[in-house]
């Protein structure tokens, strides 16, 4: 359990249940945002445990995002166990997903941060976290936008197509590996892994859908400039980074994603197929080598 800023302390179940027993630092209220995960047992309400504080269960699930209504209803009890000079201890299963992105959504909220990067940094300060992100609040024709990456989806892809605007060149993409990925690290970092794609795709200018689990698409001028971007995305991909997976924080190295360029999206897909067929892998990604000699999950850094 570590104490992160004024009245607000952040930890883990076993932060939780240790109160039991022991409260060296006087935690007088509990929040408990640990909803539906792998994890044995099951998150639940454990007021009756805590007898003498106050307790607030928000069952959220363990799926790296927090909705906009478990938000409000955490930052509203936030604020009335705050306005009574309460210590609060934040929890999910381990500290690091759920509850510091509602930490951070309430840190926001209540002026202690001016934004959620910032609230993130000074969480990042006393404790090692992925915070969950926040899912937008729903707008109109959110029918045409995926809730798991925010990019606009198959349906909004083919609607561009039939504005009289559609672009000359269609590419598709999709994951090496993917389903390895989410065999080995789990499905909570698999769906952060596509979040980070659909990142890196706006981030290097494509006009980017998600088109269904690991495939994306990709709309462009010509076929010379969706290789260059896309290229340049996949220099991105390779890139070390970090995410949360089986109850920590572990380093992935040398994703990649395959790619196919075509004038019509049938050319695209066509070619796509053909290129992995033909393509004979000699090297495998760094994540995958250390799972092999790992005989298991990533180990962490």
Known sequence: MDHIVENLWLGGQQDADDLIRDNPE?????????????????????????????????????????????????????????????RI????????????GFLAAFMVSSGISSTLDEAKSTISIHRRVQPAA?????????????????????????????????????AIADIDLMKVFNDSYGRI???????????????????????????????GASREELNAQLSRARQLFRQSFQLYADGRIQTIEDAGFAFAIGST????????????????????????????ATAGRGSSR
């Not at 209220?29 to 309400?45: C, K, S």
């Not at 201890?89 to 509850?99: D, E, K, T, V």
């Not at 937008?136 to 989806?153: F, K």
């Not at 049938?266 to 994540?287: C, D, G, Y």
């Open 89 to 100: 201890l934040i929890h999910c299963m381990f500290g690091i997903s759920r509850s510091p």
């Open 134 to 170: 926040q899912i937008a609040e729903p707008v109109s024709r959110v029918v045409l936008i995926s809730a798991l990456t925010g990019l606009p989806n198959r349906q909004a892809f083919n609607e561009g197509n039939n504005d009289g605007k559609a672009s000359p060149f269609v």
């Open 189 to 219: 970092a698999g769906d952060m892994l596509l979040r980070r794609f659909a990142k890196i795709l706006i981030g290097v200018g494509l006009d980017a859908y998600h088109n269904q689990g690991d495939e994306f698409l990709c709309k």
């Open 26 to 86: 006087n935690i007088t209220a509990i929040l408990n945002v640990r909803g539906p995960d792998a994890y044995q047992p099951p998150g639940r309400d454990q007021s009756a445990e805590h007898p003498g504080k106050a307790y607030k269960w928000i069952p959220a699930p363990d799926t790296g995002l927090v909705s906009p209504g478990h938000v409000k209803e955490a930052v509203a009890w936030l604020r009335q166990q705050s306005a009574k000079q309460q």
């Open 265 to 292: 999206l049938e050319e695209a897909q066509a070619t796509l197929r053909a290129t992995k067929q033909s393509q004979a892998r000699n090297e495998s990604p760094e994540w995958l080598r250390k799972i092999v």
